[in-house]
């Protein structure tokens, strides 16, 4: 384990629902959800107040109401959040150079090595926290620790409006006593059929033999098994620029086939787009990430990630835009080598409106990429974003992505 490093997790406190008591004195205090209040629409983030009644984030708004009849349900503002998102961020980067945006609320710092320069880590995610508060009145929550899973784990624990520090000596006691679903990437099947097998507990898992995990969990447990045991070696990234929305995924063995890497990327610029509408912005620029498969050095740092970016004349949130456009830079000039990781991101957010109508005299095609996007959404709404494969899609799962992508964004947002 990386013992000399020190990464520090900030994540603001219910994001939206706190910039909307902020803003509007009169519902601080109160329950409220930022959240669609129709039959099928889902919560998107609840204030701590209607967390009281049970009301949570994904929640069906129908079950938010029954278990608290007085909520309040707010539309929800994405290019305020996206502003105010913004000014965090910002800050963010008065404390490291190495900032790695998560989601619109939520970063990972790389501290190592700043001790002499900002003094402590402890004193360092204090001051950030008076800063937060004292820039934008909103709480933000921080963990440290030597690892970014368990500094993520640490600044959940803290919440709300709190700090905790995890120091090396203290992790395996830290860990031990968590349930196994703490685990990143560890949800309701994989969390059931560990606990069906009597791990319930983090420590049970860094005792087991990996070997053991690989059969429950398939070659995952293997991962499953260095997590637990904090030995995550994965470094904050800064190329994963604030604001920016991406997927990317690491492929069982080394890919030169550039039809696997073309429905890879279809894959991804789908769910990155998808994830703009969502949240009613649009990018101007695509991003193509990879990592050689040649090893350039020892260690985790010897295969260094490169990118090739492209921007654009228009804004959009096109899963068929983005696409193209990251087709083209894989194209211009032509992968040398293998890669042994591929991702899409967009970058440059635009807010808008999610029901702004379309142009005036806007293009027929447009017009109906428009509406397929729509329906495309959903069905992921309510099926799952797994339910949305398009032919060509086909490929990129058999190349194995489908436990090893890595989301630029949380899936909760506002936690
Ligand atoms: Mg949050």
């Known amino acids: 384990m990386g013992a000399s490093r020190t990464i520090l997790h900030a994540d603001m406190d219910a994001f939206y629902a706190s910039v909307e008591q902020r803003d509007h004195p009169e519902l601080r205090g109160r329950p409220v959800v930022v959240g669609g209040?129709?039959?099928?629409?889902?919560?998107?983030?609840?204030?701590?107040?209607?967390?009281?009644f049970g009301v949570r984030s994904a929640m069906p708004s129908f079950e938010a109401r029954r278990l608290c009849p007085e909520l309040v349900f707010l539309r929800g503002d994405m290019a305020r959040y996206a502003r105010e998102s913004r000014r965090i961020f910002a800050i963010f980067g008065e404390f490291s150079p190495r900032v790695e945006g998560l989601s619109l609320d939520e970063a990972f710092l790389d501290?190592?090595?700043?001790?002499?320069l900002l003094g402590p880590p402890a004193e360092v995610g204090a001051r950030l926290r008076a800063r937060v508060r004292q820039e934008t009145g909103l709480a933000v929550s921080v963990g440290i620790a030597p690892v970014k899973m368990l500094a993520k784990i640490a600044s959940d624990l803290a919440k709300p409006d709190g700090l905790l520090m995890v120091r090396a000596e203290?992790?395996?006691?830290?860990?031990?006593p968590l349930p196994v679903r703490r685990i990143w990437g560890v949800g309701p099947v994989a969390g059931a059929r560990l606990e069906a097998a009597g791990l319930t507990r983090i420590g049970d898992l860094a005792r087991a033999d990996p070997e053991r995990l690989r059969?429950?969990?398939?070659?995952?447990?293997?991962?499953?098994?260095?997590?637990?045991?904090?030995?995550?070696?994965?470094e904050v990234e800064p190329l994963r620029e604030a604001h920016s929305y991406s997927e990317e995924n690491t492929f069982e063995g080394d890919v030169a086939d550039t039809s696997v890497l073309e429905a890879t990327i279809l894959t991804h610029a789908e769910s990155v787009a998808r994830r703009l509408r969502r949240d009613g912005v649009r990018a101007r620029t695509v991003v193509l990430k990879w990592r050689p498969a040649r090893r350039r050095a020892p260690g985790p740092r010897g295969y260094p990630a490169r990118s090739r970016r492209i921007t654009l004349l228009e804004v959009t949130d096109d899963g068929e835009v983005i696409a193209k456009e990251a087709i083209r830079l894989l194209h211009e000039p032509a992968f040398s080598e293998p890669v042994r990781l591929l991702g899409v991101g967009v970058a440059g957010?635009?807010?808008?409106?999610?029901?702004q109508l379309p142009l005036f005299g806007e293009a027929p095609e447009r017009q109906r990429r428009r509406e397929l996007n729509r329906a495309l959404d959903e069905i992921a709404d309510r099926f799952g974003s797994g339910a949305v494969v398009r032919a060509s899609q086909g490929r990129a799962e058999r190349a194995g992505l489908s436990l090893q992508i890595k989301r630029g964004e949380a899936r909760d947002p506002e936690e």
């Open 349 to 355: 957010i635009q807010g808008e409106g999610p029901d």
């Open 111 to 116: 501290l190592t090595g700043t001790e002499r």
């Open 215 to 234: 059969a429950l969990l398939g070659d995952w447990g293997l991962e499953v098994a260095r997590l637990s045991r904090a030995e995550d070696l994965r």
């Open 37 to 52: 209040s129709s039959a099928r629409g889902v919560v998107a983030a609840a204030s701590y107040e209607a967390r009281r």
């Open 170 to 176: 203290e992790v395996r006691a830290f860990l031990d």
